[in-house]
């Protein structure tokens, strides 16, 4: 029952997360560029999504930190049970 609980809350983090993500990669350029730097419409749009490619670019490497951490955890806990392993045999 704890364990359904914590499930539930997880996703429901990820998917606020997500919804997070998703409302600053749409409306965060504009909020950063910003209508009033004396941009034509066109260098206005291009500023955003340069801000845009940007922002999604540095998610993903978090996303690919987050991975390496993970695996790198897996790993130590691998090791750890295999030498735990080897110590109890002997």
Do not use: H, K, Y
Not at 18 to 36: E, K
Not at 66 to 81: D, E, K
């Amino acid at each position: 029952m704890v364990r359904s609980r914590l499930v539930a809350a997880a996703i429901a983090a990820g998917l606020a997360l997500v919804v997070l993500l998703a409302l600053g990669v749409v409306l965060g350029p504009r909020w950063i560029v910003g209508p009033d730097v004396g941009l034509s419409v066109a260098e206005r749009l291009r500023a955003e999504n340069d801000v845009r490619a940007t922002l999604l670019r540095a998610l993903g490497g978090l996303l690919a930190l987050g991975g390496v951490a993970l695996g790198a955890t897996m790993t130590l806990r691998q090791v750890r049970a295999n030498r735990d392993g080897q110590l109890i045999g002997d």
